[in-house]
């Protein structure tokens, strides 16, 4: 039997805190296959974020530059810095055949969907905004100015959920992750991207 595929562009958003990342990196943990599309950011690292893995950090004339040479696929700021998707690594995974991971938030997603058909996009919820709230906290990595900035915009990020294709309410993260990867699994067999050959 032979299989060709094609390439697959999956879109997360969720409200800051809301466990996204967790989930994301644990995708990419269990999927070797699955490529994360390092997006470029102003924002500065937290402790622990290394430059060129979760985000390639950029000052805002960097960006400007990036900008002036149209290198975004699509690029928002969001809870007042800059970001953006580099066109060229998400066209080199999709040609590739690759499975392509973007982590953005609704404004990039809603972009990204509009431009590019079949993309998976997916929204995930946070159990309540106290929990939100809770999370953002207990993480730790951002000061309590940023933490209310951020919650005070979780409300309209939610308010775009049904412009995605999935939902998933990240309450118990094993059973968030299964959902997760569930869809992932069902997309990549669509026939709009799974060539099957079988032999007489
Ligand atoms: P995001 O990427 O959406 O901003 P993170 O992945 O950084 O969020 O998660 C925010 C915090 O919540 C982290 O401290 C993480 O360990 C924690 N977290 C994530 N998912 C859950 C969950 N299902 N239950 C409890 N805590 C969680
Ligand atoms: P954080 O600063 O917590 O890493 O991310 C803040 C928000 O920016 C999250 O919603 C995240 O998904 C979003 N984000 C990260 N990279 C991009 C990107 O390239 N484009 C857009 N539009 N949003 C992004």
Known sequence: MRVSCKGMLVVI????????????????????????????????????EEDHKHYHFLNDQQFDELLEKDAFLEHATVHGHRYGTLRAEVDAGIRAGACMLLDIDTQGALNVMARIRNTVSIFILPPSYEVLRARLYTRNTDCQ???ERRLSVAREEVAKMRRYKYAIINDDLDEAYERLHHIVEAEKQRTIRFFPQITD
Do not use: N, Q, Y
């Open 13 to 48: 958003s969720a409200p800051s805190g809301t466990g996204k990342g967790t989930l994301c990196a644990r995708l990419l943990k269990a999927h070797p296959e699955i490529r994360f599309s390092v997006s470029v950011t102003t924002r500065k690292p937290r402790p622990g």
């Open 145 to 147: 100015e940023e933490i």
